[in-house]
Every structure is written in C-alpha cells, then in structure tokens.
C-alpha cells in the first residue's frame, strides 16, 4: 500500500511529523536515506561507524524535529544534523575523516574497460558535458565551473551531478536518485 503523504512536500510533511504522523517520517526516510547514507560512506571507511552514525543521525533528526522550521530547505537542515552526527562520531572514536575525492575513485582504463568520449554522448546536454568535463578531466572546483559556465555554483553541481546520473543509467543501468 503507497503511503498517503508520499506526494507531499517536504515541509508539510515534516509539519504533519512534528504534530505525531508517523507516516510522514516513513516519506521523508525513504526521501533522504541514500543522501544521509551517501555522505557518511564518502567520509567515513568503517562500515559500523558507518552503519552507527547513520542510526544516530535519524535519532537525532527524530528527537529534534520540533525545533525544525519551513524558512529552511529541510535537506538542508538533515545535512546539518549529518555533519554533526559526523564530527562527534569521529572525535567520539578517534579515527581521522577522510574526504572521499575523485582520484581515490576514478582508475585508468584497463584493457577489457571503456573510456568514456564525452564528446560523443548524445544523452548529454551540452552544459552537462562540459561541466563533467571540468570536473573530472580539469579538475576544477564547483565555483570554478559555475563561472566558467556562466551559471550558479548550485546550478553547476546540479549539471554535473544529471551528466553522471545520465552515464550511469547508460552504463551500468543505475537509475537511483
């Protein structure tokens, strides 16, 4: 059975959370708990820390819900419960955090492995190609893409972020959001 608040929005879900529907937070968990998840993972290498912080983040986004306010995005607001629940979890177990960045991910291609021509991906609009371009082959920050390109740093993160969810669905056939 679909959960009948699943169409709402973020802040009339959390004001029907605040005045006791359970229902609602089922919503917003389902909404944000690859972002929370994600975060953590990029930052963190030990999976029960991992597994631990991602647990006290949403009991804390639980325990706290009443002091949250609709002036503010609420992702906005969750990350910044993920970025404390984070800071004490690593003074808490004394372990350093470590910024997951692409040269830890990205490897060159191997022999029986694609390269990908930028150029040629037809799927890709052409701001979202050069923005991917930036990123991984100049290796260029967020702010400066967004000059480059002439648009928001929000905006450039955004182009980069459709351009690899593109190439993933193409690729690997990975359509999570």
């Known amino acids: 059975m679909a ?16 005045n006791g529907e359970n229902m609602a937070f089922g919503v917003i968990y389902s909404r944000y708990k690859n972002r929370v998840y994600s975060y953590l993972y990029k930052r963190l290498t030990n999976p029960i820390l991992i597994e631990d912080t991602f647990q006290s983040i949403f009991t804390k986004f639980h325990n706290s819900r009443h002091l949250y306010s609709s002036e503010h995005l609420l992702i906005k607001w969750i990350y910044i419960i993920c970025r404390s629940e984070l800071l004490d979890a ?37 701001k979202e190609r050069e923005a991917l371009k930036l990123r991984y082959l100049a290796d260029e920050d967020f702010s400066k893409i967004s000059e480059k390109l002439n648009t928001s740093e929000v905006n450039s993160r955004k182009l980069v972020s459709r351009g690899l969810k593109k190439l993933r669905a193409k690729f690997i056939g990975e359509t999570n959001d």
Do not use: A
């Open 3 to 18: 959960n009948p608040f699943s169409h709402l929005e973020d802040d009339k879900l959390m004001e029907l959370y605040k």
């Open 90 to 126: 690593v003074k808490k177990n004394k372990v350093s955090l470590v910024e997951l960045k692409e040269e830890h991910i990205v490897s060159t291609p191997k022999e029986n492995e694609e390269s990908i021509d930028l150029d040629s991906e037809k799927s890709l609009s052409i």
